[in-house]
């Protein structure tokens, strides 16, 4: 009796301790900050790119001029007061987790206070001007900052590894309000960098942010109801044409991303490198011709038409999944704020549909959302994220085994072309510009 007392006295010593509290407290209020703050940027972002829209209809050539007066703003002022701001926001996340366990003084040019207002504001100013952006990306930053502001007002000491996991976690639940999808991406994509041990912590962090959520917007469904369904003989038909087209054409997108972000600087003798933001123009300029000559559905996030045509409903163009494609490289590479993941999943739907009209094995709501899940797979290479958000977005829970194959074989397709996950290869940048500074800096002291 007295041996099993003793054992048990860390426990109850935990349980009473007022540091465990604390912490607990923190991770808590935490979460449900990081659901309020995905709520308010989610509303602002959707306000954002109405402006835009409603611009365009009272003139169609403005996009010719505010989009690449707007990258251009934007990437300079990306580099010249927010720098760590750049891009999607989970590479960011990503590279703190390795460079806190080492150096935790430097995550302050990651997971700040001055990163949180340039990454908002700047995600809002591009979806202002046109950019081929989604805030989620963004909003998985924005939660890793909140999460890791929270521990230090609440005394958390030494855990801020996992209190970037929950943080960047909570983000993907509350900014699509999917929770589920959110503890999958902890465990697949940034569980990679974090211990087992803090598993628990996140899964609580997530289920308030996802409760925050569902307490301001309701309990709606990110691209509405998909119309989708399949034959079991056309089933294996849809897998295998959107699992290998999606998988290769996502893939190569990633393929292309991480080789231009990081040699890009030194194309053209080195031209773009000492001219950056003129680059950011130039790209602008490129997507605004490419929105109103071939249709104004490639600017923002794609959320109208990939909703419609999960429904089911025929696009005016046929080739709006890989002018999406082409517009969110554009927007990535010229340093613009803004994540992949609304863009990627509107451009999957695109490329489903154009499939569809290639080769009709399934009714095009099918081929949509089967193309969604396979070219979101194959950009991210995160087959169970894949599967499990897309899911959750469309409420298509009946076409749980296609979205499986398709997203499973879409990564096998996306591996032949890019053999680093994306997200991973982008954040090495970080954690070399890092090294690199902490490098400068022993050589000035010396």
Known sequence: ??????????????????????????????????????????????????????????????????????????????????????????????????????????????????????????????LLTGASIGREGPTVQIGAIIMRLTGRIGGVAGNESALLLAGGAAGVAAAFNTPLAGIVFAIEELGRSFEQRTSGTVILAVMLAGVASLGLLGDYTYFGHSTAVLMPIPDLYAVIVCGIGGGLLGGAYSRGLIYGLKHMGKAFGGWIGRHPVVFAAICGLLLAVLGVVAGRDIFGTGYGRARLLLQGVESPFHEFGVLKLVGTLLSTVSGVPGGIFAPSLATGAGIGAELHWLLPVAPLATMALLGMVGYFSGVVQSPLTAFVIVMEMTNSHDMVIPLIATSVLAYSMSRLVCARPLYHSLSQTFVKQERDNRIEAKTDAA
């Open 1 to 126: 009796m007295i041996k099993d007392f003793r054992r048990l006295r860390p426990v109850v010593s935990r349980w009473f301790s007022l540091r465990h509290w604390r912490s607990q407290l923190a991770f808590w209020s935490g979460g449900l900050l990081v659901g309020l703050a995905a709520v308010v940027l989610a509303k602002l972002a959707d306000g954002a790119q109405l402006l835009f829209d409603e611009g365009l209809k009272l003139a169609w050539w403005m996009p010719l001029i505010v989009t690449p007066a707007g990258f251009a703003l934007s990437a300079y002022a990306a580099r010249r007061w927010f720098p760590g701001s750049q891009g999607s926001g989970i590479p960011q996340v990503i590279a703190a987790a390795e460079i806190v366990r080492h150096h935790p003084r430097a995550l302050d040019r990651l997971v700040s206070l001055r990163i949180l207002i340039g990454k908002a504001g700047l995600l809002l100013f591009g």
